[in-house]
Nanobody
Framework: QVQLVESGGGLVQAGGSLRLSCAAS????????MGWYRQAPGKQRELVAL???????NYGDSVKGRFTISRDNAKNTVTLQMNNLKPEDTAVYYC???????????WGQGTQVTVSS
């Protein structure tokens, strides 16, 4: 059974940093477009960052210049480095894996990030 497991969430003060990781079982992440999404209470889930199989990245406007997504194919993980965090970054962050050839996708269970002012 495919599982994506996020880790690294927590409580941090504004201006601080957190590093989220997404580890997979049963799939090889290097063959997937990987994304981080977030959902705040009462809001829709939104894209935070994407990394394609080619290594190209894309970011939501609100996190550009502060967040960095990366892959470690040897460890089969994807990481989201979040710097200069703001209270509006508070949300549950989800890892997503999308396989274009088969259109299959998977979600992690989410990890809470809370940024205090």
């Amino acid at each position: 059974q495919v599982q994506l497991v996020e880790s690294g969430g927590g409580l941090v003060q504004a201006g601080g940093s957190l590093r989220l990781s997404c580890a997979a079982s049963e799939i090889i992440l290097s063959g997937y477009t990987m994304g981080w999404y977030r959902q705040a209470p009462g809001k829709q889930r939104e894209l935070v960052a994407l990394i394609l199989t080619s290594g190209l990245t894309n970011y939501g406007d609100s996190v550009k210049g502060r967040f960095t997504i990366s892959r470690d194919n040897a460890k089969n993980t994807v990481t989201l480095q979040m710097n200069n965090l703001k209270p509006e970054d508070t949300a549950v962050y989800y890892c997503n894996a999308y396989h274009y050839p088969t259109e299959r996708y998977y979600w992690g269970q989410g990890t809470q990030v809370t940024v205090s002012s």
